[in-house]
């Protein structure tokens, strides 16, 4: 499955959890209730950084597939992303084995694979390896995300995603410590035994994981088609503001509006969201544009590249 798919899947088992009262607190007094649901809180919040976490690792490893078999030339890539594919890659697959090894784990097998992509890099065609970015430890922090962003040629940053997030209906002040703050709590919820994880974080966090989620996906799909399209110009030069474009699906009593702006003027009503998608996902990469599906609360559902 993809990385998207994945994230939804689990993103639905995430919503079920949430809305289980055994996670809501009765009253405000102390209480074996409260107690008890605070640590299902905390449970359920660690899992729901953790899924997030494991969607940036499993689409940025898509993402070096993908510049793997575009015939972008190695020397074409930018210089952090060269550096990330053999220096840092070689870094953390050293520590990954040891890991691997110590757990009695095949970490033979993942030297040799590996180790054939770091040397790949040298010749005309390459595959870049999966541990060249965000792999270094267990978690991903907010600056590996930027790094990530300008592995790719992608500058901006944090500032880049959250223009993105604005564009799409993503509804959140301010992304970056959006993510920060999901980043503390999972971190005090592991390991701090007395936090108090408050469930109106719980019911907030899908929401800021799809929108978090939305934002790389497109920015790592618009660079990626522009580097498809003209694979002979090194990747840093092409400029994803001219490929960040989008139709929206405007969900509006029990039909949905396909609009150029979120709450612009509908160009087709349809009565079915099914229908639509048959219809629009597959001109997407021809008329350069991303698919965003907007719920009835005015802000991004799903989106499709």
């Known amino acids: 499955m993809s990385a998207k798919t994945d994230l939804f899947e689990r993103l639905r088992y995430l919503g079920s959890a949430i809305a289980l009262g055994e996670l809501v607190d009765n009253g405000i007094a102390q209480s074996e209730h ?37 015939g972008l030339a190695f020397d074409n890539l930018p210089e952090k992303m060269r550096t990330a594919a053999t220096l840092n890659a070689l870094e953390t697959l050293n ?17 040799q694979t590996e180790s054939q992509k770091i040397y790949s890099t040298a010749g005309h065609t390459y595959e870049l390896s999966s541990v060249s970015l965000a792999s270094g430890g267990s978690n991903v922090t907010a600056s590996e995300i930027s790094e990530i962003l300008v592995a790719f040629g992608i500058s901006g940053g944090w500032g880049t995603l959250k223009a993105i997030c ?14 920060q703050n999901l980043a503390d709590r999972r971190h ?42 003209l694979p002979t110009v090194p990747a840093q030069q092409h400029d994803i503001s001219t490929a960040t474009n989008y139709l929206f699906l405007e969900e509006n009593r029990g039909f949905y509006r ?4 979120i709450g612009g003027r509908s160009r ?22 991303f698919l965003i599906v907007i719920g009835s609360d005015r802000r991004i559902s799903d989106w499709h590249t």
């Open 188 to 229: 005090s919820a592991a390991h701090v035994a007395g936090f108090k994880f408050s469930h109106t974080w719980l019911t907030s966090m899908a929401h800021e994981i799809l929108a978090i989620a939305a934002a790389l996906d497109i920015v790592l799909s618009a660079k990626l088609r522009m580097i498809s399209r």
């Open 258 to 261: 396909e609009t150029k702006m």
């Open 34 to 70: 409260n107690g008890r649901a605070n640590l299902l809180r905390k449970g359920v919040g660690i899992i729901g950084f953790n899924l997030l976490e494991d969607y940036v690792k499993s689409r940025t490893i898509e993402a070096l597939s993908t510049i793997s078999s575009s």
């Open 268 to 289: 087709k009503n349809w009565h079915s969201l099914g229908a639509a998608l048959a219809e629009l996902k597959p001109t997407l990469v021809q008329v350069d544009r």
């Open 95 to 111: 520590a990954r084995a040891k890991i691997e090894k110590k757990s009695g784990r095949d970490w033979l097998t993942l030297i």
């Open 166 to 179: 604005d564009a799409i209906g993503g509804g959140l002040p301010d992304l970056a410590q959006a993510y």
